[in-house]
Each structure stands twice: as structure tokens, then as C-alpha cells.
């Protein structure tokens, strides 16, 4: 390996039917470059590490800045954004896998539309249409503006889901990112009215109870979200929901 590149293996698939298979790379080092960089210079060229034409490699990235979440990859055994996984902090070679835990498009790019799907299930938004005057909004503590602010930064990057080892990629399992959104709209005061429709969608099959809390969610999240605490938290309320119906419906 030369200190002039960089060298790189990568874990392909031509489509989601297809078999995977390695491919080696190297691309000209650059100081501080990221995974990002390393892939464009092979669309630019590419030209395997056995000096072969191949197509270019596959992936997807929008925002550049650990954002849109959906650069998400397994980097070195680890899954991360590629965005921010500095070349000058990896070994080499640096191995890029696709995630696991949803289906391959091609390459690196993978179908994370479960997430979205999950999203609906548990009614992860507030129902207000705009179409008439609503007044001031209700006073918010501080400290639930803060725990609000924390939540809101899920980018649905898919990283929380990758490590967890209930999620799996035939299951129903709901996983974290949805949990916390569920806590997140259940705070907001507005979004509270449908609370009960909220619990009611992770009290089901592949819900919360399907947690075996194994925390490494909260580990693997790029944004420091608190999901062992959401986990907790619609755990409390569940079981707050269930006593309801129990004695007082």
C-alpha cells in the first residue's frame, strides 16, 4: 500500500436479487478527506485495484454534513454516516459493507423505506391542517423543550436498527428510532391528544415489549440521541395505558 492512496474494499451487489462480492480500490490519498471523497474519485475512475473498468460503485448521500441520514454504511465492522468517517482515523484497507438490516438496492445503497412505514404506523406526527386559527400554543417547561430538541434530531439514518440485534430484516419489529418518536410526539402538547393511538400502535406485535434492551442503539446513534431513555419512557406509558384499561375503561 502506498502512502500516496488510499485502499478500499468494498462489499457489492448488482441488484437486489444478485449474489454480493469484494472489490478492492485504491484512490489518491488526500489529507482529511472522508469515505464520501474516496467514493467519488472511483465514480470518477473506475478502475478496480487488478486495473479492470468496472461500473461505478453504488451509494447515497444527499447532505454532506450528518444530516439527512442517508449516507449510513458499515465502515470497518462499525455502521456510521460516510459523510464523517475520516480517512486519516480508519485502517486501511477501509471495508464499506451495505446494511444488513435492509434490502440491498445495489452496492451500498439500501431500501430503508421500513423506516418511513414505521413511522406511520405509530402516527408520527401532529394533526393540525392549517386550515383554521388555532390561538397561541400552550406554554412549554424548558426542561421538555430540551428533552424535545434532543429527540427531534433523528434523521432516520437506520443506525440505531443496524446494531440491534431484535431488528431483523424479516420481522415486524418497530425498533428504537420509532419508540422515541412515539415519546417525542407524545410530549409535544398538541401531539398529546393522540397519545392513546400512538402506545396503542407499540403495544402490538414487534413493539416495545419485543425490546430486549440490549442499549447498543444508543451507542451507535450519530446524534447522541437518549433512545435507552425513550425505550423506558413508552415503556412506563404503555404499562400506564394497559392499568387504564384494566380498571377505568
Known amino acids: 500500500m502506498s502512502n500516496n492512496e488510499i485502499e478500499l474494499k468494498i462489499k457489492r451487489q448488482d441488484g437486489p436479487e444478485s449474489s454480493p462480492y469484494w472489490e478492492r480500490f485504491s484512490v489518491p490519498y488526500k489529507p482529511h478527506s472522508n469515505v464520501i471523497f474516496c467514493l467519488q474519485e472511483i ?3 473506475p478502475i478496480n485495484a487488478d486495473g479492470k473498468d468496472v461500473r461505478p460503485v453504488v451509494w447515497e448521500c444527499n447532505c454532506l454534513e450528518e444530516v439527512c ?3 449510513t454504511m458499515v465502515i470497518n465492522g462499525k455502521v456510521r454516516q460516510s ?3 475520516l480517512t486519516d482515523q480508519l485502517k486501511q484497507p477501509i471495508v464499506l459493507e451495505p446494511m444488513s438490516k435492509f434490502p440491498v438496492v445495489r ?3 439500501v431500501d430503508r423505506s421500513r423506516m418511513f412505514e414505521n413511522l406511520k404506523k405509530v402516527k408520527a406526527w401532529v394533526k393540525i391542517d392549517g386550515t383554521y386559527d388555532i390561538g397561541e400554543g400552550p406554554v412549554v417547561s424548558q426542561t421538555d423543550r430540551n428533552k424535545a430538541y434532543d429527540l427531534s434530531q ?3 439514518c437506520g ?3 443496524e446494531a440491534c440485534p431484535q431488528f431483523q430484516l424479516n420481522n415486524d419489529f418497530l425498533g428504537a428510532a420509532s419508540f422515541s418518536q412515539v415519546r417525542y410526539f407524545n410530549l409535544h402538547p398538541t401531539g398529546a391528544m393522540n397519545r392513546d393511538e400512538r402506545l ?3 403495544m402490538g406485535e414487534g413493539g416495545i415489549a419485543d425490546c430486549g434492551n440490549a442499549q447498543v442503539c444508543v451507542e451507535v446513534c450519530p446524534k447522541n440521541i437518549p433512545l435507552t431513555e425513550s425505550i423506558a419512557e413508552i415503556g412506563r406509558q404503555t404499562t400506564w395505558e394497559i392499568f ?3 380498571f377505568f375503561k
Open 200 to 202: 396503542e400502535s407499540v
Open 107 to 109: 452496492d451500498l445503497q
Open 43 to 45: 465514480q470518477r475512475r
Open 83 to 85: 459523510c464523517t468517517a
Open 154 to 156: 433523528c434523521m432516520t
Open 69 to 71: 441520514g442517508s449516507c
Open 244 to 246: 387504564k384499561k384494566l
Open 159 to 161: 443506525c440505531c436498527l
